[in-house]
């Protein structure tokens, strides 16, 4: 009887499964990764442009401090090398990320940390040096005084392989307690360490953040980051309803073919779907005889985890460059038409949790399919400190900030994302070839051409009768359409005619583009 009320208590609350729950105010829908950015840039882009285009919210570089790499110069992936949990990084200064928080919050977008939890620096990060925060460390007596953590913290006892690194990700120990690329593994089964790392994101939430990225969750054993979980606040009640739990996204590569599988992850949050990305490359590329029609029961039924424990995303800014898992199927803003269809698709698509990403430009050097320049980081200063983002008149951003969220097709699909909010999936039809059609109940919908030849049918779309704005070619403006109008006659119906040879050959209208 006390469980039963307990647990109708915990409902009321809503605390069941709000560490699934992302908070999004006013009906958002997706989250943006802002990689690399500037706190400083966070905050006017959220204030300018992610609160007015409806943008739920943004995921952040690693906030804690970080070792900083000369070789080779300054790489993004510096970031990834904590030294401890002060908030100095490449980004900004604590002030700024503390600033930051609060002016996205201001204005109902959400700040999700990715937060480095199951390792410090490389093995071979050296003796004497300082931090970003210049914090002094020592990677080869394991000392990290500004935690402080000692030799007594790290898991290299646990290791039984003779580099002390993971070989064989077949072997479910060496994943969890052996060093991830020679990067120094914390032992998360101390309690001294559960600690630090609970304090560490705890100062995260009461700074205001909606929840956490948590970078290598497969090289952590479930049951040590669940008690880590259990020690976390709830969200800070300036911003967020008394109780909320933070959003946990763990990344768990499961592309399939290794022991460790994402679902043991289910009970403590959401994970990265990496499969997601892997195989909608695979269908928009048209690889391996796949083809659109087969989405038809995109979701579960390919496979992917359930719904509801889903982050998914097109590319990240891993994959995007041939790092962690996905391969050469993974489309990026390199390919920038596919990758239009891509984060379409994903937009109009019920399922999952949605994470657009947002990159910088570099110079790409592949040789043997491999990017010898897959180190380069963020536009950068001669000194190594990033640029700001710089905006364009006509709304892009400059100086190799690619800005995908600002693509006029990819931040109008955010948007119908939020007006089709918890309608089902309906009006499905496909030509068997790579032409497809889908609603969102009443509220949306949205016809792909990714065949070599015309699309020209008569499709029933569940819309009320009117004219709509395409927001792919352009969007309502006024009493006006700055791209095509599309009519539904009376009964539902509308004529759709897309060339294969249109940059954007696909159409979307919803609820809110109707005339
Ligand atoms: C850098 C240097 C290293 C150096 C190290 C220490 O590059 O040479 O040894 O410093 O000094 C990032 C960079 C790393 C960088 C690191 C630290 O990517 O290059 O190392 O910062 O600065 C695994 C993990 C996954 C991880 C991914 C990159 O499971 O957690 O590798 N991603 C996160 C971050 C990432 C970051 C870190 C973790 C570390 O997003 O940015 O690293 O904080 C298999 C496994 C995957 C595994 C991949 C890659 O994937 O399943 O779990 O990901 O291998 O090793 C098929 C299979 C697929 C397989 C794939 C590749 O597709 O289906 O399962 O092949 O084999």
Redesign the pocket.
């Given at each position: 009887m006390m469980r039963m009320q307990l647990l109708v208590l915990a409902a009321i609350l809503g605390l069941s499964s709000a560490q699934y729950d992302p908070h999004f105010k006013n009906g958002r829908t997706s989250i943006v990764h802002l990689f690399e950015w500037r706190w400083e840039d966070i905050a006017l882009e959220c204030e300018r442009y992610l609160a007015p285009n409806g943008f739920g919210g943004v995921q952040i570089s690693p906030p804690n401090e970080h070792i900083v790499l000369d070789y080779p110069w300054r790489p993004w992936?510096?970031r990834?090398?904590p030294i401890g949990y002060n908030l100095c990084s490449r980004s900004g200064t604590e002030a700024e990320l503390i600033n930051m928080v609060e002016r996205c919050n201001n204005v109902g977008v959400n700040v999700y940390a990715d937060v480095?939890i199951?390792?410090m620096?490389?093995a071979?990060?050296g003796e004497g040096r300082h931090s970003s925060c210049g914090s002094y460390f020592s990677a080869t007596r394991l000392d990290f005084p500004t935690v402080p953590y000692s030799n007594l913290d790290f898991n290299d006892g646990k290791c039984s392989t003779g580099s002390g690194n993971i070989e064989n990700?077949q072997d479910i120990y060496q994943v969890r307690d052996c060093r991830?690329?020679?990067?120094l593994d914390l032992a998360l089964e101390k309690d001294y360490v559960r600690g630090k790392l609970a304090d560490y994101l705890n100062k995260l939430i009461d700074i205001g953040f909606a929840g956490f990225r948590v970078?290598?969750s497969?090289?952590m054993w479930p049951g040590d980051l669940d008690v880590v979980y259990s020690r976390l606040n709830t969200l800070n009640t300036r911003w967020f309803q008394g109780g909320a739990k933070p959003l946990i996204f763990q990344?768990v590569?499961d592309?399939?073919?290794?022991p460790i599988t994402a679902s043991e992850y289910f009970g403590l949050g959401r994970v990265t779907e990496f499969k997601y990305g892997a195989k909608l490359g695979t269908v928009i590329r048209r690889w391996n005889g796949e083809k659109m029609s087969y989405l038809s029961n995109w979701g579960e039924g390919w496979a992917l985890v359930p719904s509801d424990r889903a982050l998914v995303f097109v590319d990240n800014?891993?994959n995007q460059r041939g790092?962690?898992?996905?391969?050469a199927s993974i489309i990026t803003f390199w390919d920038s038409r596919l990758y239009k269809i891509a984060i379409g698709f994903m937009l109009a698509h019920p399922y999952g949790l949605t994470r657009v990403m947002s990159s910088y430009r570099w110079n790409r050097n592949i040789v043997n399919g491999a990017d010898q320049n897959d180190?380069i980081g963020p536009p950068s200063y001669s000194d190594g400190t990033t640029k700001p983002v710089s905006i364009n008149p006509d709304t892009t951003c400059g100086d190799d900030w690619v800005c995908e969220h600002r693509w006029r097709q990819i931040r109008n699909m955010v948007i119908f994302r939020n007006v089709v909010n918890g309608q089902p999936f309906s009006n499905w039809w496909d030509n068997g070839n790579n032409q497809v059609a889908f609603g969102r109940g009443n509220r949306g919908f949205v016809v792909f051409n990714n065949d070599d030849w015309n699309l020209d049918v008569t499709l029933d779309t569940g819309m009320p009768g009117g004219t709509y704005c395409d927001v792919i070619s352009g969007q309502k403006e006024g009493n006006s359409c700055t791209g095509k109008q599309i009519t539904v006659s009376s009964d539902g119906k509308v004529h759709f005619s897309i060339s294969n040879v249109e940059e954007d050959p696909f159409v979307a209208i919803h609820a809110d583009s109707k005339l």
């Open positions: 992936y510096q990834y090398q480095v199951n390792h620096c490389g071979g990060g990700y991830l690329v020679g990067l970078d290598a497969k090289h990344e590569i592309l399939g073919g290794e800014h891993d790092h962690g898992a996905g391969g180190w």
